[in-house]
């Protein structure tokens, strides 16, 4: 929901932008800036979503054929590779927060902390842990189930 309203947020700005570029003649400035670290903040913040939904992109043509063993195998593969992957992101973002805290990067119109923009993203990337091992746990217990 965050993300979807951030999205939305962005959408404005840019239509008050465009409008009033159009009738005034003056742009709102730095609004491709927020589009930017918005657009960016908004990723992040499908992506437990799409985790603990089971959303994410998945390839039919693997398992058309298989059977129930094999999807819940595969299943397994990716929420152990999700779960991975958001751990490395979350350390790496980490490390990246205290690299633009340090250094002071800020954006070249609106001066806006490149810094503050991580503070949700691994917000979102720890539920993303979360939703990860949630979804691996739940495999397990569907394969008990079965």
Not at 95 to 113: A, H, K, N, Q, R
């Amino acid at each position: 929901m965050v993300g979807g309203a951030l999205l939305l947020a962005v959408v404005a700005v840019n239509a008050f932008s465009i409008t009033s570029d159009i009738f005034v003649g003056i742009p709102f400035p730095g609004d491709f800036e927020i589009t930017e670290v918005g657009v960016g903040i908004a990723a992040f913040c499908f992506l437990p979503y799409c985790q603990i939904t089971g959303s994410n992109v998945s390839a039919d043509i693997f398992t058309a054929n298989a059977g129930k063993v094999q999807i819940m195998l595969m299943g397994l593969l990716a929420g152990l590779v999700a779960l991975a992957f958001s751990m490395l992101l979350l350390w790496r973002m980490w490390d990246g927060l205290f690299d633009y805290i340090e250094y002071e990067e800020v954006t070249g119109i609106l001066s806006f902390p490149l810094w503050a923009a991580f503070l949700p993203c691994l917000f979102s990337l720890a539920l993303l842990v979360v939703a990860s091992i949630v979804t691996v746990f739940d495999l397990f217990g569907t394969r008990q189930r079965a």
